[in-house]
């Protein structure tokens, strides 16, 4: 049984009669303890791969199964991160966290616990009652980490989650998620990151998947396996990072 | 006069902190700002901050990682905000605070807190630096603020 499949999946859009297919015929799995990265040119549908796994967008063809059984609108063991963090700038912290929690109607007092719970595990205590305003890019998507944390999902979707950050913050927020991911206490089992950052998937990540340009193929899935913390200076690290920029181009 | 802390977020400072001790935990200060493609005059407050927090070195144009740099890099993510806190703590700008806070029932409407903490600055720095104050307050969980009532409070 796999973790998750994506099974033959393609998508074409409709727009005034004419017809653009982003996705081909896409198939994978992902394991359980696994982070993946997904990475392609833009405009390579990325990010509409990435929708049809959490189930926001549906697929033209193809299927994708969690634990065998399709996905369907509502998926509680996956949880999602946004580029742009996606936080309501009129709630709090603590609201915008306990937001992903309606859905599973708890209690309230359960609500704000677990809330509360992941609020402090991703570090934002002193923030809870901060306003999305009040705070750096950094701290928004550690709240946006928190709300989809707080779900306990076994799958986190990750769309380009560090590229609207400094290089700064985003060395920071990278450190934290993999700290999170590699408890093995704490959700999510495993990751699925989409991003154009190429370096930024071969430090994160387990295995890369190379797309090409649309309709979307897979060029090649490359393994990671160096040790971490990864030594970005070394030449294994290099290697890596060369060979998926010569797979994308 | 106050001393004013530079206008930075913790989020950058262990940033930087990260990609020197990727680098060997030494970097020339001027190639820095390029290799992150990053303005100097934005990099500076970063490396200003982790000087002032006792995490890094400058000297002969070349930044170094400090033993307390190391540990705000190392372990779970709350025990780097504790090696945060605890660098925080030795701050007089912070102990003062503190006092501040603890004499007046742990908590204190903002423009008090200014009026009592940084008075004798001019009105830019003394804005920067509450900023500041809160802002790495709040990242180490010492310091809480209400935006709704604009309150500073002391985190236990």
Same mark, same amino acid.
């Given at each position: 049984? *796999?973790?998750?499949?994506?099974?033959?999946?393609?998508? $074409?859009?409709?727009?005034? #009669?004419?017809?653009?297919?982003?996705?081909?015929?896409?198939?994978?799995?992902?394991?359980?303890?696994? %982070?993946?990265?997904?990475?392609?040119?833009?405009?390579?549908? /990325?990010?509409?791969?990435?929708?049809?796994?959490?189930?926001?967008?549906?697929?033209?063809?193809?299927?994708?199964?969690?634990? +065998?059984?399709?996905?369907?609108?509502?998926?509680?063991?996956?949880?999602?991160?946004?580029?742009?963090?996606?936080?309501?700038?009129?709630? $709090?912290?603590?609201?915008?966290?306990?937001?992903?929690?309606?859905?599973?109607?708890?209690?309230?007092?359960?609500?704000?616990? $677990?809330?509360? /719970?992941?609020?402090?595990?991703? #570090?934002?205590? #002193?923030?809870?009652?901060?306003?999305?305003?009040?705070?750096?890019?950094?701290?928004?998507?550690?709240?946006?980490?928190?709300?989809?944390?707080?779900?306990?999902?076994?799958?986190?979707?990750?769309?380009?989650? %560090?590229?609207?950050?400094?290089?700064?913050?985003?060395?920071?927020?990278?450190?934290?998620?993999?700290?999170?991911?590699?408890?093995? *206490?704490?959700?999510? +089992?495993?990751?699925?990151?989409?991003?154009?950052?190429?370096?930024?998937?071969?430090?994160?990540?387990?295995?890369?998947?190379?797309?090409?340009?649309?309709?979307?193929?897979?060029?090649?899935?490359?393994?990671?396996?160096?040790?971490?913390?990864?030594?970005?200076?070394?030449?294994? %690290?290099?290697? +890596?990072?060369?060979?998926?920029?010569?797979?994308?181009? | 006069?106050?001393?004013? @802390?530079?206008?930075?977020?913790?989020?950058?400072?262990?940033?930087?902190?990260?990609?020197?001790?990727?680098?060997?935990?030494?970097?020339?200060?001027?190639?820095?700002?390029?290799? !992150?493609?990053?303005?100097?005059?934005?990099?500076?407050?970063?490396?200003?901050?982790?000087?002032?927090?006792?995490?890094?070195?400058?000297?002969?144009?070349?930044?170094?990682?400090?033993?307390?740099?190391?540990?705000?890099?190392?372990?779970?993510?709350?025990? &780097?905000?504790?090696?945060?806190?605890?660098?925080?703590?030795?701050?007089?700008?912070?102990?003062? =605070?503190?006092?501040? !806070?603890?004499?007046?029932?742990?908590?204190?409407?903002? &423009?008090?807190?200014?009026?009592?903490? @940084?008075?004798?600055?001019?009105?830019?720095?003394?804005?920067?630096?509450?900023?500041?104050?809160?802002?790495?307050? &709040?990242?180490?969980? !010492?310091?809480?603020?209400? =935006?709704?009532?604009?309150?500073?409070?002391?985190?236990?």
């Amino acid at each position: 049984m *796999s973790f998750l499949e994506v099974r033959n999946v393609s998508k $074409t859009f409709e727009e005034e #009669g004419k017809k653009f297919t982003v996705l081909g015929d896409i198939s994978f799995s992902v394991e359980r303890d696994e %982070f993946l990265a997904i990475v392609g040119p833009s405009g390579s549908g /990325k990010t509409v791969l990435l929708r049809i796994i959490s189930g926001i967008e549906k697929a033209t063809s193809g299927t994708v199964l969690f634990e +065998d059984q399709p996905i369907g609108i509502s998926n509680p063991q996956i949880a999602n991160v946004f580029q742009n963090f996606a936080l309501l700038p009129w709630l $709090t912290v603590q609201d915008n966290v306990e937001l992903g929690l309606y859905a599973q109607k708890l209690p309230p007092e359960k609500r704000k616990s $677990t809330a509360q /719970k992941y609020i402090r595990i991703v #570090g934002l205590e #002193g923030v809870e009652n901060a306003y999305p305003r009040e705070l750096s890019g950094g701290t928004k998507q550690r709240v946006g980490i928190a709300r989809a944390l707080a779900v306990e999902p076994a799958l986190l979707c990750m769309d380009e989650p %560090f590229s609207s950050l400094d290089n700064l913050t985003a060395a920071s927020l990278r450190e934290e998620l993999l700290l999170l991911w590699q408890d093995k *206490s704490l959700p999510p +089992d495993s990751i699925v990151m989409v991003t154009h950052n190429i370096e930024e998937a071969v430090y994160m990540a387990d295995r890369v998947i190379v797309l090409s340009h649309p309709p979307a193929r897979i060029v090649a899935q490359l393994k990671i396996s160096l040790p971490r913390p990864r030594d970005t200076k070394s030449q294994e %690290f290099i290697n +890596d990072v060369d060979k998926v920029y010569s797979l994308m181009t | 006069m106050s001393p004013t @802390l530079p206008d930075a977020n913790i989020t950058k400072v262990i940033g930087l902190l990260q990609i020197l001790h990727q680098r060997g935990g030494e970097h020339e200060t001027v190639n820095l700002a390029n290799d !992150l493609q990053m303005h100097a005059e934005n990099l500076l407050p970063v490396t200003e901050a982790a000087e002032v927090l006792g995490f890094l070195t400058i000297s002969g144009g070349k930044m170094k990682l400090t033993a307390e740099g190391k540990k705000a890099i190392s372990g779970s993510i709350q025990e &780097r905000r504790q090696a945060v806190k605890e660098r925080l703590l030795t701050l007089p700008i912070f102990k003062k =605070a503190i006092e501040l !806070l603890s004499k007046r029932n742990r908590k204190m409407h903002k &423009r008090s807190f200014q009026k009592a903490l @940084l008075s004798d600055l001019p009105k830019l720095h003394s804005d920067s630096t509450l900023k500041s104050v809160i802002g790495w307050g &709040r990242h180490a969980s !010492l310091l809480g603020y209400n =935006a709704d009532t604009d309150e500073l409070f002391l985190m236990s």
